[in-house]
């Protein structure tokens, strides 16, 4: 059973910037309403909802320099979380920036895959996407949009999944050039959810050791709707590995009604948090 509770710290949650729904400050404003202190706005590859919140006064929550980096490991598309760096940090800027342009050549070439498969209007649709940083979530609109598919699960089983016949791979960085920018620029690696990659134990262990191994100081042990066995079994990674606790929502679209800002199971105790890092 999931038991969530209301957490004041949240260190995973996306903008209109990438995936997500809502403009930077509304997002704020809404964990804040939540009872959420302490957060960290992470979009795909993209700083930009940071840039735009240094415009704004934030009362009464702290809001902390994030992003989440798609790379390569274990044959998989991996996530890292980098937390707590600096955002004017020329290596990091120049790693967002390709980062953002290959995503880009990536939809488009799904688009023209797409097309050829006789999905009329998906070309133009893409062109009309605003995101900073446009991923496989904004592909899957789309196409639920133009009436290609019923749901997000459908469109990844028939088009855009590893198996389905639309994919188009893409050559991400390596895990540890991720964790690297992020470390360069004065930050916190964190491994994203782990539990989400469809990986064996045997191949998820070796992905922690091979994370630890590149430098990566933090992993995820709590997230939204994280399973009991699983938390308990990556606690014991964290513990054999010397890696710091994080926990976030992975927030994304106030309709989703699986997410919600701060909510997710407790945090096990066991090992110490990465905010313990820098305080
Ligand atoms: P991208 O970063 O462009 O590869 O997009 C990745 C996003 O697509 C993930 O963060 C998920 O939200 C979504 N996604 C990837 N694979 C699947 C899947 N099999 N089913 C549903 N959503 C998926
Ligand atoms: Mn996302
Ligand atoms: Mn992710
Ligand atoms: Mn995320």
């Given at each position: 059973?999931?038991?969530?509770?209301?957490?004041?710290?949240?260190?995973?949650?996306?903008?209109?910037?990438?995936?997500?729904?809502?403009?930077?400050?509304?997002?704020?404003?809404?964990?804040?309403?939540?009872?959420?202190?302490?957060?960290?706005?992470?979009?795909?590859?993209?700083?930009?909802?940071?840039?735009?919140?240094?415009?704004?006064?934030?009362?009464?929550?702290?809001?902390?320099?994030?992003?989440?980096?798609?790379?390569?490991?274990?044959?998989?598309?991996?996530?890292?979380?980098?937390?707590?760096?600096?955002?004017?940090?020329?290596?990091?800027?120049?790693?967002?920036?390709?980062?953002?342009?290959?995503?880009?050549?990536?939809?488009?070439?799904?688009?023209?895959?797409?097309?050829?498969?006789?999905?009329?209007?998906?070309?133009?649709?893409?062109?009309?996407?605003?995101?900073?940083?446009?991923?496989?979530?904004?592909?899957?609109?789309?196409?639920?949009?133009?009436?290609?598919?019923?749901?997000?699960q459908q469109v990844f089983k028939r088009y855009?999944?590893?198996?389905?016949?639309?994919?188009?791979?893409?050559?991400?960085?390596?895990?540890?050039?991720?964790?690297?920018?992020i470390k360069a620029a004065g930050g916190t690696?964190?491994?994203?959810?782990?539990?989400?990659?469809?990986?064996?134990?045997?191949?998820?262990?070796?992905?922690?050791?091979?994370?630890?191994?590149?430098?990566?100081?933090?992993?995820?042990?709590?997230?939204?709707?994280?399973?009991?066995?699983?938390?308990?079994?990556?606690?014991?990674?964290?513990?054999?590995?010397?890696?710091?606790?994080?926990?976030?929502?992975?927030?994304?679209?106030?309709?989703?009604?699986?997410?919600?800002?701060?909510?997710?199971?407790?945090?096990?105790s066991g090992v110490e948090p990465v905010w313990?890092?820098?305080?």
């Open positions: 059973m999931i038991i969530n509770i209301q957490h004041d710290i949240d260190l995973h949650a996306h903008t209109h910037l990438s995936d997500g729904k809502l403009p930077p400050v509304e997002l704020v404003g809404l964990f804040r309403e939540a009872g959420v202190t302490t957060m960290a706005i992470t979009d795909h590859d993209s700083i930009g909802a940071h840039l735009e919140l240094s415009k704004h006064d934030l009362d009464g929550i702290e809001v902390i320099p994030g992003v989440e980096i798609s790379c390569s490991a274990a044959g998989r598309e991996i996530h890292v979380v980098g937390l707590d760096f600096d955002l004017n940090n020329a290596a990091m800027l120049a790693f967002l920036a390709e980062q953002q342009q290959r995503r880009r050549e990536r939809i488009r070439l799904y688009g023209d895959k797409l097309e050829s498969l006789g999905l009329e209007g998906v070309n133009q649709a893409i062109d009309a996407v605003k995101a900073e940083s446009i991923t496989r979530t904004h592909l899957a609109e789309i196409l639920i949009q133009l009436g290609y598919a019923k749901n997000n855009l999944g590893r198996k389905a016949r639309a994919y188009v791979k893409i050559e991400w960085p390596s895990l540890e050039q991720a964790v690297a920018v690696a964190v491994l994203a959810h782990p539990g989400r990659y469809q990986l064996s134990n045997r191949q998820l262990k070796e992905l922690i050791r091979q994370f630890k191994a590149a430098g990566g100081q933090g992993i995820e042990l709590t997230y939204s709707n994280i399973d009991e066995k699983t938390a308990r079994w990556l606690l014991e990674r964290a513990e054999e590995h010397g890696l710091f606790a994080s926990q976030g929502s992975d927030f994304h679209d106030p309709a989703w009604p699986w997410v919600k800002p701060g909510r997710f199971p407790a945090l096990k313990s890092l820098w305080q």
